[in-house]
């Protein structure tokens, strides 16, 4: 019903920059919050980044200051914006929307996940 896809994942060493950016599709009512949440390995998931469709956003405290979200609602696409990347930074990257669909209902989708490795 509801379908997300993500791209942008790579290699990169300690300092760069990468962009992700996942977009949905389905039947779609409206999405709030999208977000991106990683997992390391041996780690559980944790919250990166989320934003509402009215623009509010909510960092990770490790992240603030070096990740920006962003959203096109339009397009129901939500991008993070990875600068200053450390190597504890490493790990698989996923998008979360929460989302209302056609016929009114909740669901929660998780994206297959990017992963995202930095190099020292």
């Known amino acids: 019903q509801v379908q997300l896809v993500e791209s942008g994942g790579g290699l990169v060493q300690a300092g760069g920059s990468l962009r992700l950016s996942c977009a949905a599709s389905g039947s779609i009512l409206s999405i709030n919050p999208m977000g991106w949440y990683r997992q390391a390995p041996g780690k559980q998931r944790e919250l990166v980044a989320t934003?509402?469709?009215?623009?509010?956003?909510n960092y990770a405290d490790s992240v603030k200051g070096r990740f920006t979200i962003s959203r096109d609602n339009a397009k129901n696409t939500v991008y993070l914006q990875m600068n200053s990347l450390k190597p504890e930074d490493t790990a698989v990257y996923y998008c979360n929307a929460r989302t209302i669909i056609l016929t009114g209902r909740y669901l929660e989708v998780w994206g297959r996940g990017t992963l995202v490795t930095v190099s020292s």
């Open positions: 934003i509402t469709s009215g623009g509010s956003t």
